[in-house]
């Protein structure tokens, strides 16, 4: 059985995107992250070491994604869900990157890709 840790709307100012101007001046991204993990080792113990410190991963994945920019947001997502999967208690992830200010010539309030990746793949 696998339990699930939600965190949602981590905010990062990223330089990713196909056009020059949107290298040149950025914008907000926000990070959902859903972890499939065994909570009960952490419960039973109530000790940090036995369950995902998710502040730290939450540094990681702002950290990945307000460096290095890239073209795709799926490039992005992959490259969260990697860092995700570096914890061996992580069986699975989905992360969902949200571009609310993409650059569509439409009013529109998001747009946004979401992934899962397994541990074992």
Same mark, same amino acid.
């Given at each position: 059985?696998?339990? %699930?840790?939600?965190?949602?709307?981590? +905010?990062?100012?990223?330089?990713?995107?196909?056009? %020059?101007? %949107?290298?040149? +001046?950025?914008?907000?991204?926000? !990070?959902?992250?859903?972890?499939?993990?065994?909570?009960? @080792? =952490? =419960?039973?113990?109530?000790?940090?070491q036995?369950?995902?410190?998710?502040?730290?991963?939450?540094?990681?994945?702002?950290?990945?994604? +307000?460096?290095? @920019?890239?073209?795709? !947001? %799926?490039?992005?997502?992959q490259?969260? =869900?990697?860092?995700?999967?570096?914890?061996?208690?992580? +069986?699975?992830?989905?992360v969902?990157?949200?571009k609310?200010?993409?650059? !569509?010539?439409?009013?529109?309030?998001?747009?946004?890709?979401? !992934?899962?990746?397994?541990?074992?793949?």
């Amino acid at each position: 059985m696998t339990d %699930e840790l939600a965190i949602t709307g981590i +905010e990062c100012f990223g330089h990713h995107g196909v056009f %020059e101007f %949107e290298r040149r +001046e950025g914008q907000v991204f926000l !990070i959902d992250l859903t972890l499939g993990l065994d909570t009960a @080792p =952490a =419960a039973a113990s109530d000790d940090l070491q036995d369950t995902v410190d998710y502040g730290s991963l939450v540094a990681q994945v702002k950290a990945q994604v +307000e460096r290095d @920019p890239v073209d795709l !947001i %799926e490039t992005l997502a992959q490259r969260i =869900a990697d860092v995700c999967l570096l914890d061996a208690r992580v +069986e699975w992830v989905r992360v969902t990157v949200h571009k609310p200010d993409a650059p !569509i010539d439409a009013t529109f309030s998001d747009v946004a890709l979401t !992934i899962t990746r397994r541990a074992d793949a």
